[in-house]
């Protein structure tokens, strides 16, 4: 996060960014003893943060590895905001899963996924209104943290990238993520 802030394409696009990680770091700290997380969501929590810091530093629509990717293959965009877009659902699916895994009778439930699935999108749905909200108010200002690089149906395309990325989350990282919530839970309830 401090090398991201140093410099950046834009400050209040860094800011509109990074703003999940700001917020979202301290809270899992101070919680981290009344609500120790597994050790996947802690890794895919600090890959996003990786990704959302890397994002408010250039723009989604101007890292260069996505310029690469893009000039590589002959896209017509920069394919950062895509990816980044993805794991909007990848890791949110995670902690979604997690928070209701242990704070609710969905645990073991077929509902689990569905409705984990189903939140991911919900959010990935309420960011675009924020982002909608943030071009009414800031006009041709946002156009950086919008990153629609000409794209009419970019509002559609993240959310599908959202959608994508939490039920691909939910299929492959299900199990192991069951492994280390029956390990933490287990060693909670031991440890009193």
């Known amino acids: 996060m401090a090398l991201s802030v140093w410099h950046p394409h834009d400050m209040a ?10 917020v979202g770091l301290p809270v899992v700290v101070l919680s981290r003893r009344r ?7 802690c890794c895919l929590l600090a890959a ?3 990704v959302l810091a890397v994002g408010g530093h250039y723009t989604y ?3 260069p590895l996505g310029d690469w990717v893009r000039d590589t293959f002959g896209l017509d965009r920069n394919p950062y905001d895509r990816f980044g877009h993805l794991m909007q659902g990848f890791v949110p699916a995670v902690l979604v899963r ?3 895994s242990r704070t609710s009778p969905l645990r073991g439930s077929r509902w689990l996924a569905p409705l984990t699935v189903c939140a991911c999108l919900a959010f990935s749905a309420l960011f675009e209104m924020f982002e909608w909200a943030a071009a009414v108010i800031g006009g041709h200002g946002t156009d950086a943290f919008l990153a629609t690089q000409g794209d009419v149906w970019d509002t559609q395309w993240d959310m599908f990238c959202a959608l994508i990325g939490a039920s691909v989350s939910v299929l492959v990282l299900s199990r192991v993520h069951d492994r280390q ?3 933490l839970l287990g060693a909670r309830t031991a440890g009193g």
């Open 48 to 50: 996003h943060a990786l």
């Open 98 to 100: 997690e928070l209701l």
């Open 61 to 63: 629509a101007q890292v």
């Open 13 to 22: 696009t860094w800011l509109l960014e990074t703003v999940w990680v700001l």
């Open 35 to 41: 609500f120790p997380l597994t050790n996947l969501l």
């Open 181 to 183: 919530l029956d390990s």
